[in-house]
């Protein structure tokens, strides 16, 4: 993607129409597929069968939605420059979102513990709680991401400041991407609606014109362009 | 960043002439880093070195205007890249 430059215009696809990303997916689930060791279990020549099996699936399903298409929906995005995402990340702010990081949602969770949990439990789930952080990004999955799972589920109700964070970190996750749509899209072709802008920011009535799935995808893309990607957008 | 800064550290083929391999940034690799690189990359660091200019102050950027007007995401990268650097210059310094 890098370099790039501000005048540039970058078109994106939609995965539901992205072939080489289809493509690319069988490609790398075959690859997964023949290196799996003679010696490995039946239940991981299983598990890479059926993710074989999803992938050519998928992509004929491209393939099909690309023939009854009309045209490939495609849409154009500027690249925003230091001056867009400083607007952007204003006009975001200005919106009331915020991203609950992990840490403030465990943070949370071990106060919800605290407060709701009866006492002779309380031990077992914080030291759970604590693993889950202490440990690397990569290994924070499995049987201790099930649990720590299973303590939001019973502290969602239970525990406001618990529930009021998640909802935060929703709302964000939904209205950033939008917000990103709708400073940086600059047209688009085959998408249904036609393109028009209100002031400097493309106008709500015709996004609303577009697939719902489209726009959130597009609303990523248009972050990516912004910067690294946050944790929350490596998350979606 | 690495590969600009000591191309003499990757010399050669895919693997490592004495067997050993690559320690870059805290990750070991087994194939020459060199052989990832890409004309983007490259291009990169070219632009990347135009920006940080010389003894006498910042290079020029790579759009026109200041830097408000360059793409964020190529000052985010680049700073990134001088970081890198910076890392190499205290390693070596060690």
């Known amino acids: ?236 | 960043m690495a590969v600009a800064a000591r191309p003499g550290h990757f010399e050669g083929g895919a693997e490592a002439a004495d067997g050993s391999a690559w320690e870059l940034f805290g990750e070991r690799h087994e194939t020459n880093p060199k052989l990832l690189l890409g004309q983007d990359e490259v291009e990169m660091v070219r632009l990347w070195r135009l920006t940080r200019g010389g003894d006498f102050g910042q290079g020029p950027m790579p759009e026109a205007g200041g830097v408000m007007d360059q793409a964020a995401i190529m000052l985010d990268a680049f700073a990134v890249m001088s970081a890198a650097e910076a890392e190499l210059t205290r390693e070596r310094e060690r």
């Open chain 1, 1 to 236: 993607m890098l370099p790039i430059s501000t005048k540039e215009t970058v078109r994106y696809v939609p995965s539901e129409y992205d072939s080489l990303a289809a493509e690319a997916a069988v490609k790398a689930a075959d690859k997964v597929a023949k290196i799996t060791p003679e010696n490995a279990t039946a239940e991981e020549r299983a598990a890479a069968t059926r993710a074989l099996d999803a992938a050519t699936a998928a992509r004929a399903a491209v393939e099909q939605r690309l023939a009854e298409s009309g045209g490939i929906p495609t849409y154009f995005l500027a690249v925003p420059s230091l001056r867009d995402r400083l607007a952007y990340r204003r006009a975001l702010a200005a919106t009331g979102a915020r991203y609950a990081t992990d840490a403030e949602l465990l943070a949370t969770m071990r106060e919800g513990v605290n407060a709701v949990v009866a006492e002779d439990q309380r031990a077992i789930l914080i030291d759970i709680l604590d693993r889950f952080e202490g440990a690397p990004e990569a290994e924070r999955a499995g049987e201790i991401a099930d649990q720590v799972e299973e303590i939001g589920r019973v502290l969602r109700p239970a525990f406001a400041g618990y529930a009021e964070l998640l909802a935060d970190r929703q709302y964000w996750l939904e209205m950033a991407p939008l917000l990103a749509a709708q400073h940086f899209l600059r047209g688009w072709e085959n998408a249904g609606a036609t393109f028009k802008r209100t002031g400097n920011l493309a106008a709500e009535d015709c996004l609303r014109g577009i697939p719902e799935r489209h726009l959130a995808e597009v609303g990523w893309k248009a972050l990516a362009l912004m910067g690294p990607p946050s944790k929350a957008a490596e998350k979606n």
